[in-house]
């Protein structure tokens, strides 16, 4: 772990996993640990720092330089992400107001870099959850298809991508729409019923998927 990081977060990992914790100076990330399955690389961020960092550009250069490591990447954000009536979080970072569809998209964006970004409230379910990550991913006799689970998404072709982009469209219905429709634009043509044809897409996800790619983005969109 790198020894700049929040000391009570470390003080709670150390009692999680004794013997086991570390400190250095890391170039990418907070956590780093090797396993059978491959390396983990682990940012942690609070809200606030999460929110900052999106609108500076840093976590673009962050999430650039991530997606360049083989290695399962995550990004922990610490903090509740409370959300108001009207769609905005409730947690404002020097007065500007951040939608919560637009943190979803960054989510999503990251996701087809390959990072996947998860939330906790605390120094210590942070710390729980890289305990959970290290336990899984060194369990003797983890099968060898974990390793593919965490990091083919990273290694997928564009097309693929774009259509998991989508909603409720992970790989394997991306997959088999690919198969099915050929290209992204193939699909991204397909109406309701035709996208009713991959298996996992009923008729409600089919209009969930139409309405994202008929509707022209909200005119606030200021995720970076």
Avoid at 90 to 104: A, D, L, N, P, R
Avoid at 149 to 176: A, E, N, W
Avoid at 192 to 221: F, H
Wanted: charged content about 20%.
């Amino acid at each position: 772990m790198d020894k700049r990081g929040n000391q009570k977060r470390w003080e709670a990992l150390r009692l999680l996993l004794p013997g086991r914790v570390n400190e250095t100076i890391l170039k990418v990330g907070d956590v780093y640990f090797p396993s059978p399955i491959g390396p983990f690389v682990i940012e942690i961020k609070g809200l606030g720092d999460f929110l900052h960092s999106i609108s500076t550009g840093r976590m673009h250069t962050q999430a650039v330089g991530m997606s360049e490591l083989d290695a399962a990447r995550f990004i922990i954000v610490e903090g509740r992400m409370d959300v108001t009536s009207d769609g905005y979080l409730k947690t404002h970072w020097h007065g500007s107001k951040w939608k919560y569809e637009s943190i979803m998209g960054i989510v999503i964006s990251m996701f087809l870099r390959g990072i996947c970004i998860i939330q906790t409230t605390s120094e210590y379910s942070t710390a729980l959850v890289i305990r959970t990550m290290y336990n899984q991913a060194n369990s003797p006799g983890q099968p060898a298809q974990v390793k593919d689970k965490i990091l083919s998404f990273s290694k997928i072709s564009p097309q693929l991508r774009v259509v998991c982009s989508l909603p409720h469209m992970g790989p394997v219905m991306g997959k088999d729409a690919l198969d099915r429709f050929i290209s992204p634009i193939g699909f991204v043509n397909a109406g309701v019923l035709e996208m009713q044809e991959i298996k996992g897409v009923s008729g409600r996800i089919a209009e969930e998927i139409r309405k994202v790619l008929d509707s022209p983005p909200p005119k606030d969109d200021n995720y970076v």
